[in-house]
């Protein structure tokens, strides 16, 4: 499985974003993709996760209620739109796949994409 996160970019506090990721390689059948974001010095840390069939959905605390997660199982995308971005939310982010069970933790990931950079100004 291949994954590709796009959508990165620079914004002023306040701002939004939607960051796009590309699965491909394989069907993600009952995989669940998370997205993750590591800002420097900083150990990464889940931002959101989303199950096959969108039935589960977990966010981290420091994104709920401005962060939506979504995905298009027929179009193989992974969506994130991340609204009033604060300084905090700068980091690189990471698009990930697992099977199965909606999981927080980075290290039961599978697959990975290459990082999309996201920089928030105040």
């Known amino acids: 499985v291949q994954l590709q996160a796009s959508g990165g970019g620079s914004v002023q506090a306040g701002g939004s974003l939607r960051l796009s990721c590309l699965a491909s390689?394989?069907?993600?059948?009952?995989?669940?993709m998370a997205w993750f974001r590591q800002a420097p010095g900083k150990e990464r840390e889940i931002v959101a996760a989303?199950?096959?069939?969108?039935?589960?959905?977990y966010y981290g605390g420091s994104v709920r209620g401005r962060f939506t997660i979504s995905r298009d199982n027929a179009k193989n995308m992974l969506y994130l739109q991340m609204d009033r971005l604060n300084a905090e939310d700068t980091a690189v982010y990471y698009c990930?796949?697992?099977?199965?069970?909606?999981?927080?933790?980075?290290?039961?990931?599978?697959?990975w994409g290459q990082g999309t950079l996201v920089t928030v100004s105040s």
């Open positions: 989303i199950s096959w069939s969108s039935s589960s959905t």
């Open positions: 990930a796949a697992r099977p199965r069970a909606v999981v927080a933790a980075p290290d039961v990931y599978n697959y």
């Open positions: 390689g394989r069907t993600l059948d009952d995989y669940t």
